[in-house]
């Protein structure tokens, strides 16, 4: 291999690392202002000093941050990494720019299963008391998933098949969700629309340790796959031919969706876009050899939410928007030009 | 190496294409020939092993389902009719996939020498990072064959590798799959609709025509006339050149065109 050559190599992964280590900042920056931010302002120093010298801090300060603020801020990462990667997956195994958990009906799907736990109390496994609202949320985005899986096999079916079966799924589970809105009482109405609107306000120590659980779960199973998912972006065809089982990924990547989105509108409420969006972002930066792909959607999906997380708390002075309403209002002006993008060939 | 095709039938659903394929490739460009939906791609497919034919290939004296799957891999690279592929990515990173198997986290050295060895005994080593979405459909299909040959393989299958090429690119590409198959005694299978090319670039001609393999040899004896009117249904001109290759050149149809008979009534 020619000197310059190598050289040229070494530059492409030295810009990849330099993109690694800027959103990592921008991501550590967002985290460490969103706990600054609130109804009690701190400021960046009373912050990180709370942070890892918890006993030098006034009592007070230490409530906010340990007890308030760290778990959502760290929930926003964590939820942002989930949909990103969720997202990727999704986009590549289904070969379409389109695809996310939002705008293919499972977030609607997972929330269809959420909703129906937290108003009636009815989980599909009721021995599972504890976590039958998150596996209520598993089992309805795997059905979905199922559901648009099953189409994208019948007949060979095209990715505008699987975009419009996924819209199908989005109205049916919308539909079911108005049902069950219909025959509940309004405190329960209330209860459900505030709940859709996605807020991390909800977030416990318990449940973002569930959360980074199953994140922590699902990332080795993707990672042994990146060569994989790399090849899948040739073509099944080609993929076949260098040995890679596509049915295969295909469901596990189904699958391994179901569980991520799931965990996130389990916890967090439905957040649309971010899916969408960061492996876009992520695409656009690094490209699509998946050992970065990857990583980069999960790490865009963070710094998203993470921002969303802060301007929920500014943007009406005195009051938490919701979180959901926010990430949409960003994402379709964003969904807009990377649609005017798109013809610079990034996808 | 030899490959030798016996009894391979295949079917999608209940609608036979592949009606007991028989054929032999040696070392050298066999090109398959036939009119569309013959076969020719679902053949290559069987071969490669995305799909499962019944019947035998037989590789190097060994029927293929007594290998391992990755030796199957490595052995036998196939190169499907030009995808729309829109992957997001530099040539040396789609010309490594080729060797999938062996690619870690990290990306070694070797790897890369192999990435970069096999761009520069193409000729387009200056596409190394050049991204994938950014190249002509020549540059792709070269990208491609780059991809298929890096892991070395003893069998090439390539599925209408011309597509869309322009004539010179059709020459040039056929003179680096002609190279590369003589220095690396490769048993190159390449399914076809230009006669010109079979007949100036293949050591041997397998006609197909209704699942069957009705003829092989070499051009001159499978180039015909005859042929090209029983199986085509088109009457040609074929005449030999001075180093006795068939060159086609087609006069008419010998069925009534259809779509003229429903504008003429």
């Known amino acids: 291999m020619n000197v310059k050559s190598k050289e040229a190599y070494r530059k492409m992964m030295g810009r990849k690392y330099l993109f690694l280590l800027s959103i990592l900042v921008a991501i550590f920056l967002t985290f460490i202002l969103d706990i600054m931010t609130g109804p009690a302002s701190l400021s960046a120093k009373e912050v990180i000093s709370t942070i890892f010298f918890p006993a030098y801090s006034e009592r007070s300060v230490q409530v906010i941050v340990w007890t308030f603020r760290l778990p959502v801020a760290l929930m926003a990462v964590v939820t942002g990494i989930t949909l990103g990667l969720a997202g990727a997956n999704m986009q590549t195994i289904l070969d379409n720019p389109l695809a996310s958990p939002y705008t293919l009906g499972i977030s609607a799907a997972s929330g269809f299963g959420a909703a129906l736990a937290i108003v009636f109390g009815v989980g599909v496994l009721p021995f599972a008391d504890t976590l039958f609202v998150p596996i209520n949320a598993f089992v309805f985005s795997l059905i979905s998933c199922m559901a648009i899986y099953g189409i994208a096999r019948f007949k060979r079916a095209t990715s505008e098949t699987i975009v419009l079966t996924g819209i199908a799924v989005l109205f049916l589970f919308d539909s079911l969700l108005a049902l069950l809105e219909y025959t509940a009482n309004p405190e329960q109405v209330q209860a459900i629309v505030f709940w859709l609107f996605g807020s991390l306000t909800k977030t416990t120590w318990n449940t973002l340790g569930i959360t980074v659980g199953i994140v922590l779960l699902v990332i080795p199973l993707l990672a042994i796959d990146v060569w994989k998912l790399t090849a899948l972006r040739l073509g099944d065809d080609k993929a076949k031919s260098l040995g890679v089982n596509v049915e295969r990924m295909r469901l596990k990547g189904l699958i391994l969706v179901s569980i991520l989105t799931s965990t996130a509108v389990a916890f967090v409420g439905t957040i649309g876009f971010i899916g969408l969006v960061a492996p876009h972002i992520a695409r656009m930066l690094v490209g699509e050899d998946h050992r970065y792909f990857l990583p980069f959607s999960a790490l865009s999906g963070a710094f998203i939410l993470s921002t969303a997380s802060v301007l929920s708390k500014v943007v009406v002075p005195g009051i938490i928007f919701p979180i959901g309403i926010l990430t949409s209002l960003i994402g379709v002006p964003f969904f807009v030009w990377l649609l005017l993008y798109k013809k610079r060939g990034y996808w | ?265």
């Open chain 2, 1 to 265: 190496m030899k490959l030798e095709i016996k009894n391979l039938k295949f079917g999608y659903n209940s609608t036979p294409v592949l009606k007991s394929v028989n054929m032999v490739a040696e070392p050298m460009i066999t090109a398959i020939i036939g009119p569309n939906a013959v076969g020719k791609s679902t053949l290559l497919k069987c071969i490669c092993g995305i799909l499962k034919a019944e019947g035998s290939i037989i590789f190097n004296g060994k029927d293929l389902k007594e290998y391992r799957k990755d030796e199957v891999i490595k052995a036998i690279s196939y190169l499907p009719q030009e995808s729309s592929t829109s992957a997001v990515m530099t040539v040396l990173e789609a010309t490594m996939l080729g060797r999938i198997n062996s690619l870690g986290w990290r990306i070694n050295d070797e790897d890369l020498s192999a990435s970069m060895d096999t761009l520069e005994k193409l000729g387009i080593e200056e596409l190394a990072m050049r991204p994938m979405n950014e190249l002509s459909g020549g540059q792709k299909q070269m990208v491609s064959i780059a991809q298929s040959i890096i892991r070395k393989p003893k069998v090439l299958l390539m599925d209408e590798p011309t597509n869309s090429l322009d004539l010179q690119r059709q020459l040039e590409l056929f003179d680096v799959i002609q190279t590369i198959t003589e220095d690396n005694g490769m048993t190159t299978v390449v399914a076809l609709h230009d006669l010109n090319l079979a007949a100036r670039y293949a050591g041997n001609v397998v006609l197909m025509n209704g699942g069957k393999v009705v003829a092989s040899g070499s051009p001159a004896s499978v180039i015909t006339e005859a042929m090209i009117r029983k199986v085509y249904g088109v009457n040609a001109r074929v005449t030999l050149d001075g180093e006795g290759i068939p060159q086609v050149i087609p006069i008419n149809s010998t069925r009534k065109c259809r779509i003229k008979k429903a504008i003429m009534g």
